[in-house]
């Protein structure tokens, strides 16, 4: 090839990868749909080797514990290979659907043309990044002398993680940070967690009225960004960073967290799901993130994650079944808010310890506020729906949008009380 013509090649190429990456739409279709279990360590290890050995095969929860079922979809072409190593290890499985797009595709989720107006925007349906911020910067502009743009950092492809600072006077009250959206699939958290924001800045209601004027209010719906606006353009279903690790792509930013980094699980592959990163704070996002939270941790009296789905209310730690040394407090706060989430629609929610309650993960946000900075109160809500939603828990349909985020603001609201009763707000 002449050189003009290697350039032109590779300009192709590049065009190409490009254009792969931006637009083409990753499809499921006829993707099965197959629930395992591991019964001992072998086939648990057999499941582990599955995992991020290929991108025709996909873990939606991760292989973490022997005796718990795992979700894998499997691409067509792949589907005798896998069973045959299912087979062979004597892996107990069962198909759960033979097409796993048209069960996506079954749910609704209702996407808001892009552009909106930011004046219209609503929670009857989900935004793109772009529109979501555009209604932040209105706020600001709104309420000038309450709401404040925060960064939280950047992205690796250089995008904002923007927040909102809410504060009523500028009197030092014990704040509250709300962080959402590290998995870029959980669309119900960044959007509750606007709802949180929009609530707080026009309720009536006394209860939600106290905690906008009692309180400064960090929150940051989207911390993942690259992934996020990655879930609209081309795969609904990704978890991580968009960073590339060879082949593969991103690093899962709640296993990136610099405390008890990668002890347990969390997978050194960069095509796992559960990828966590060549380093703690590898990511950008959880680097920049972490330094802001850093910057303002001795304001900071009660940290809450929001991710989906089961509907868990979890606390510290992930590394360990070790509980934190106030567990008594964690448990009364836990108790009050379980309670509370349930009142209004009778949504039951169940949780404790990440490792008691779900499974060992290392690297987590929560862990990381509470293990290094001092936040006494740090907790993770898994939003609706419950676990046994396998086929489309990541898809909450539109409509429940608002009663999931009246819920969870219940529940914050007794969680706020019950931290108050226990002068953790000083
Ligand atoms: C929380 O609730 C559980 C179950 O009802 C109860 O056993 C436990 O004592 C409660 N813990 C605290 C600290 O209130
Ligand atoms: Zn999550």
């Not at 690093?251 to 997978?267: I, K, Q, T």
């Not at 972490?290 to 509907?311: E, G, P, R, T």
């Not at 992930?318 to 509980?323: I, K, P």
């Amino acid at each position: 090839m002449s050189l003009n013509k290697s350039l032109l090649f590779a300009l192709f190429v590049l065009l190409a990868t490009v254009g792969f990456n931006g637009a083409e739409r990753v499809r499921f279709d006829n993707y099965r749909l197959y629930k395992a279990n591991a019964e001992n360590a072998e086939q648990l290890a057999v499941l582990k080797q599955l995992e991020g050995s290929s991108d025709s095969i996909l873990f939606l929860d991760g292989v973490h514990l022997v005796g718990a079922d795992v979700q894998m979809v499997v691409a067509p072409h792949k589907v005798p290979d896998v069973l045959e190593i299912l087979g062979k290890a004597e892996i107990k499985y069962e198909l759960q659907s033979k097409d796993f797009q048209k069960s996506l595709d079954e749910i609704d989720e209702k996407v808001a043309p892009k552009g909106r107006a930011s004046s219209d925007y609503n929670w009857a349906q989900y935004y793109e990044l772009d529109d979501t911020y555009s209604w932040m910067v209105s706020l600001a502009k709104m309420y000038p002398h309450v709401v404040t743009l925060i960064e939280g950092g950047k992205t690796y492809q250089g995008r904002s993680i923007l927040g909102v600072k809410i504060s009523k006077s500028l009197s030092e009250k014990p704040g509250i940070l709300l962080e959402a959206g590290i998995h870029a699939r959980e669309w119900i958290a960044p959007a509750a967690a606007t709802f949180i924001i929009n609530q707080l800045l026009t309720s009536n209601l006394d209860s939600v009225k106290d905690l906008a004027d009692n309180y400064n209010w960090y929150v940051f719906p989207h911390a993942n960004p690259d992934g996020y606006v990655y879930t609209h353009t081309t795969n609904r279903m990704w978890r991580k960073t968009r960073t590339p690790y060879g082949s593969c792509f991103g690093a899962d930013p709640n296993r990136n967290w610099d405390f008890h980094w990668n002890e347990v699980g969390a997978s050194s592959d960069p095509c796992s799901d559960t990828y966590a990163g060549p380093s703690a704070f590898s990511e950008i996002e959880t680097l920049s993130l972490s330094n802001y939270i850093a910057s303002i941790k001795d304001k900071i009296q009660l940290y809450v994650s929001f991710h989906s789905y089961s509907q868990y209310l979890l606390y510290p730690y992930g590394h360990t079944s070790d509980l934190p040394d106030n567990v008594k407090d964690f448990q009364q706060v836990f108790n009050a808010s379980i309670a509370a989430v349930s009142q209004r629609y009778n949504t039951k929610y169940t949780g404790g310890n990440i490792y008691d309650a779900i499974y060992p993960a290392a690297g987590a946000s929560i862990d990381w506020a509470y293990g290094t900075q001092g936040v006494r109160m740090t907790f993770c809500y898994e939003l609706r729906p419950t676990s046994n939603s396998i086929l489309t828990g990541f898809k909450l349909p539109a409509e429940q949008i608002i009663p999931a985020s009246e819920e969870v603001l219940d529940s914050i609201t007794a969680m706020v009380g019950e931290v108050k009763k226990l002068k953790y707000f000083d």
